[in-house]
């Protein structure tokens, strides 16, 4: 939002996996929104927020997880040179990962303090239960 100026709405989507059960419809979570089937801050081939973009940016096509490093099917991924800000984004992926494990925690904390509504969409996240209507 910073590097755009654009609100959280213009932003920001559900995370476009859903669950649906029993009356239920929810995502955990947001992504940035698409304008079709690329990222709404791509012009082109060029990033729009370069200098500010998120870590799931900054740090793709790695993630660390419970398994460990895992590199995504990426055509730019041996492009790079060897070292060319390797140590940035270990940097990067170890905060982004403690970031999301805390971001978890907190989504756990609220699915055990409140009931999931059933029959409207909703987005779970470290906030709370927000209604989605788009």
Same mark, same amino acid.
Do not use: N
């Given at each position: 939002?910073?590097?755009?100026?654009? /609100?959280?709405?213009?932003?920001?989507?559900?995370?476009?996996?859903?669950?649906?059960?029993s009356?239920?419809?929810?995502?955990?979570?947001?992504?940035?929104?698409?304008?079709?089937?690329?990222?709404?801050?791509?012009d082109?081939s060029?990033?729009?927020?370069?200098?500010?973009?998120?870590w799931?940016?900054?740090?793709?096509?790695?993630?660390?997880?419970?398994?460990?490093?895992?590199?995504?099917?990426?055509?730019?991924?041996?492009?790079?040179?060897?070292?060319?800000?390797?140590?940035?984004?270990?940097?990067?992926?170890?905060?982004?990962?403690?970031?999301?494990?805390?971001?978890?925690?907190?989504?756990?904390?609220?699915? /055990? /303090?409140?009931?999931?509504?059933?029959e409207?969409?909703?987005?779970?996240? /470290?906030?709370?239960?927000?209604?989605?209507?788009?």
């Open positions: 939002m910073e590097g755009s100026g654009l /609100s959280f709405e213009e932003v920001a989507e559900p995370y476009p996996e859903r669950i649906r059960d009356g239920h419809d929810y995502t955990f979570g947001w992504v940035i929104r698409r304008k079709g089937d690329h990222c709404t801050f791509l082109k060029r990033c729009m927020i370069y200098e500010e973009r998120p799931i940016c900054r740090t793709y096509p790695f993630m660390l997880d419970d398994a460990g490093l895992s590199l995504h099917p990426c055509e730019g991924a041996g492009t790079m040179g060897e070292t060319e800000g390797a140590l940035d984004i270990a940097f990067d992926l170890c905060r982004r990962r403690e970031y999301e494990q805390d971001q978890e925690d907190k989504i756990r904390t609220v699915l /055990s /303090s409140h009931a999931i509504p059933a409207r969409p909703v987005v779970i996240d /470290s906030e709370g239960i927000k209604e989605y209507h788009g």
